[in-house]
């Protein structure tokens, strides 16, 4: 692969020569804080945590392992905050359960921007919506905040960002061991959060650079040894967060944005939205042949926003995928979290939608699954074939984009779904499918994830059937403690 000129345009694209980060965003979020204390889901976060769940219910005796969540947990250093969410430094969690008790650990990813940066007391360089150059840097992982997800693969624990390498961390005491190099030539290559579980073994997974008009594959064993790699031309390729893998197929969603170039631009800010107008340009959906690791074919659908997919699987000479499609710029109004400010109808914008691809008509039919919703995720026993329920969080209060409160299980062949509402005191994270021992159902199992009690400002293990989720969790493990609102993570059974 040729890193030197997949990574070229990383100068052009951060190179600054000033800081942004304020004290204003500091002062209004607080002032707003004081106003409405639930936005102490996106208050900072000091140190370490440790501590018991007092768990309310039942967990269920055949439920053991590891829950590994990631998400952004520092947003303030020397008096200045962050702009955007998605800037905060990766704050990893593991919630372990055996025999019925939780216990619940979190650290911060003791990334080269993390050390370097606490030992300055204060904000030294560039971040996805934060224009910040106090301190030059080498490449792309001196930006690497490690902050996105947390994947299991082969007894090893990777922390990932998706701008540079992995980090790999301890998977019991969730120590950093160190930046991840897969192989000599890959350093510091951009490395998704979203890799994709292979049923015959391993991951697949996509590096993207912005600007750089080429996205970088990856085909990785159980063991961590890089089995095949690859580079695809899309031209005009700006934020790609997400993919989706089937039996044969790679598929990308392309949104339609510009790369404005500018100084004392975040990299969020130089995503200009060419979606709108008379010159609106389309979502491109790109599908890359596995076999080959070439582009088979692209289409085209209205213009629209995506981060994350459910699952793909082949449908005879058709391929079909879940995704969650958003109207217009999102990253604008997930921005203004970190001020205080929960932009109304962002979320409303919202629809999970199951995308059929014809590869003989040459056409993308779109169908939709579900309102306002989030955070698609699929049973580990069908990823890559035929699935029949899908995981959705959901709301129906559209008051921000991060503001969701419904977990639900769509059923995909009759459109019916099983849902729980937790209500305006709370607000739900991702939530994952587990299957039990020998399962073949996809609700054969567990759904297990995290919420917040705004209410009482404590982070909150849930636990359903899977087979009936409206009848509310089985199981409610409550910290003495709020934990940092994570974005993606994992289970790993014992």
């Not at 604008?332 to 979320?347: K, T």
Request: hydrophobic share 40%; with cysteine.
């Amino acid at each position: 692969m040729d890193r030197r000129r997949f990574l070229a345009g990383l100068g052009a694209l951060t190179l600054a020569n000033a800081a942004r980060a304020d004290r204003e965003t500091f002062r209004r979020f607080h002032a707003a804080l004081e106003r409405n204390p639930s936005l102490g889901v996106f208050a900072d976060t000091v140190g370490s945590q440790l501590g018991e769940a007092v768990v309310a219910g039942r967990i269920p005796q055949d439920l053991q392992g590891s829950f590994y969540r990631n998400g952004p947990g520092r947003f303030e250093l020397g008096g200045e905050r962050y702009h955007h969410w998605f800037d905060g430094d990766g704050f990893v969690q593991r919630w372990t359960i055996v025999d019925g008790r939780v216990r619940h650990q979190g650290r911060f990813v003791e990334t080269r921007r993390y050390l370097d940066e606490s030992q300055a007391g204060q904000f030294l360089y560039p971040s996805f919506g934060t224009y910040v150059a106090r301190r030059g840097f080498r490449d792309n992982d001196t930006l690497n905040a490690a902050n996105t997800n947390l994947v299991p693969l082969g007894g090893r624990l990777y922390a990932l960002w998706e701008g540079g390498s992995a980090y790999e961390v301890d998977p019991e005491t969730l120590a950093t061991k160190g930046v991840k190099t897969w192989r000599d030539d890959l350093r510091a290559m951009p490395f998704s959060a979203h890799p994709k579980c292979d049923p015959q073994g391993g991951m697949w997974n996509f590096g993207a650079l912005p600007g750089s008009n080429r996205i970088a594959l990856y085909q990785i064993g159980a063991d961590g040894a890089v089995l095949r790699t690859g580079l695809v031309e899309v031209p005009r390729q700006a934020m790609v967060h997400d993919f989706v893998v089937s039996s044969k197929h790679l598929i990308f969603l392309v949104p339609p944005y510009d790369l404005k170039d500018g100084k004392e631009l975040s990299f969020a800010e130089r995503h200009a939205w060419a979606g709108g107008g008379p010159a609106a340009r389309p979502m491109r959906v790109v599908v890359v042949a596995k076999d080959t690791l070439a582009v088979r074919q692209v289409f085209e659908l209205p213009p629209r926003m995506v981060f994350h997919f459910g699952n793909a699987w082949e449908d005879g000479a058709c391929t079909r995928f879940d995704t969650v499609l958003h109207e217009g710029d999102v990253l604008s109004d997930l921005g203004g979290l970190m001020a205080g400010e929960q932009r109304a109808n962002a979320q409303g914008r919202s629809e999970a939608v199951q995308i059929c691809l014809d590869y003989g008509a040459r056409q993308a039919r779109v169908s939709r699954l579900l309102g306002p919703s989030e955070f698609p995720r699929v049973s580990p026993l069908v990823v890559g074939a035929r699935h029949r329920r899908l995981v959705l969080l959901g709301s129906d209060q559209h008051k921000s984009p991060a503001r969701l409160d419904t977990v639900n299980l769509v059923d995909l062949d009759s459109g019916k779904v099983d849902g729980y509402r937790f209500g305006a005191d709370w607000q739900v994270e991702e939530h994952v499918l587990v299957p039990r021992r020998n399962a073949r159902l996809e609700t054969d199992g567990y759904l297990v994830g995290v919420a917040q009690d705004l209410k009482k400002g404590v982070g909150v293990m849930t636990v359903f059937d899977a087979a009936r989720v409206n009848a509310g969790p089985v199981a409610l493990a409550r910290l003495p403690y709020r934990t940092p609102h994570c974005f993606h993570g994992n289970f790993l059974s014992a």
